[in-house]
């Protein structure tokens, strides 16, 4: 049973991210199917803060489609309004580019199986490309953990290997940029080139990476191997150790693909 789910998972950055913490916590989300929402648990900040920035991926998905946001309806939150603004001046939609907002690249290739959902996918008049990812906490992000972040190596990789299905031919890398962008932090985006070289090196890392996954022993691995630093944070905190996490900070899913 545990090896067809496997067989048949497309890896995401999340799980790549899951197993690398703990591979018991990926056992349970994705051997197990043990999942929950956990917006709710989060105090009202958290939540407050979770909403913002789904709200957000919603207003830019509209504005890249180029139909109404309807953020004139939303009173209460001024700052969405800003952020709304901010992208605006910081990303004009041009005639001459084509804009694909939330976006979701799949490849199955041999033992790869890979899936990334992308805020915004802009081809230019040359067939370059350019990945747009919205972070919308407040914290600013730094250059070295972005760099080598799962979500780069993914989406970049992804754009290569399944990018033909929006250009009909495949993107060299060279073609490809990827930046992250956070509206609170406008004037600050962080820009990623991408290079032949890259992409071979993070052919070798995924691939071993899942080849890694599919022969684990996830049986023989106890809680105890876990840094308990990253259990602190871990949705299955009250079952490994009989007690709540701290729910404020776990990374759910949802937050993950869609930030
Ligand atoms: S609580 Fe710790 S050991 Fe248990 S699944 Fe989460 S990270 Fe892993």
Not at 44 to 70: C, K, M, N, W
Not at 137 to 161: A, N, W
Not at 206 to 219: Q, T, Y
Request: hydrophobic share 35%; aromatic share 12%; with cysteine.
């Amino acid at each position: 049973m545990k090896e067809t789910r496997l067989e048949q998972l497309y890896f995401s950055q999340y799980g790549l991210q899951l197993f690398q913490g703990c591979p018991l916590r990926f056992k349970k989300r994705y051997l197990e199917g043990l999942t929950w929402k956990l917006n709710r648990l989060a105090n009202s900040d958290v939540f407050h803060g979770q909403e913002q920035g789904r709200l957000f991926h919603i207003l830019a998905e509209r504005y890249f489609l180029g139909i109404p946001t309807g953020i004139e309806k939303i009173h209460q939150e001024k700052t969405l309004h800003q952020w709304m603004e901010a992208l605006k001046l910081f990303l004009p939609v041009l005639p001459e580019n084509q804009y694909f907002p939330e976006f979701e690249l799949r490849l199955h290739k041999g033992e790869v199986k890979l899936q990334g959902k992308y805020d915004l996918i802009r081809v230019d008049r040359e067939g370059k490309v350019t990945i747009f990812d919205w972070k919308t906490e407040e914290k600013i992000l730094s250059l070295p953990k972005v760099q080598r972040s799962f979500q780069t190596i993914l989406y970049r990789f992804l754009m290569v290997e399944a990018g033909a299905a929006i250009l009909r031919e495949t993107v060299k890398p060279e073609n490809i940029h990827m930046i992250y962008w956070q509206p609170n932090h406008p004037g600050k985006a962080i820009k990623l080139a991408y290079t032949t070289e890259l992409y071979e090196q993070d052919k070798k890392f995924l691939e071993s990476m899942i080849k890694e996954i599919k022969a684990f022993d996830f049986d023989a691995y106890h809680k105890e191997q876990t840094d308990v630093k990253i259990c602190r944070y871990c949705e299955y905190h009250s079952i490994c150790h009989k007690q709540p996490g701290n729910y404020d900070r776990i990374l759910t899913e949802d937050e993950d693909n869609g930030e």
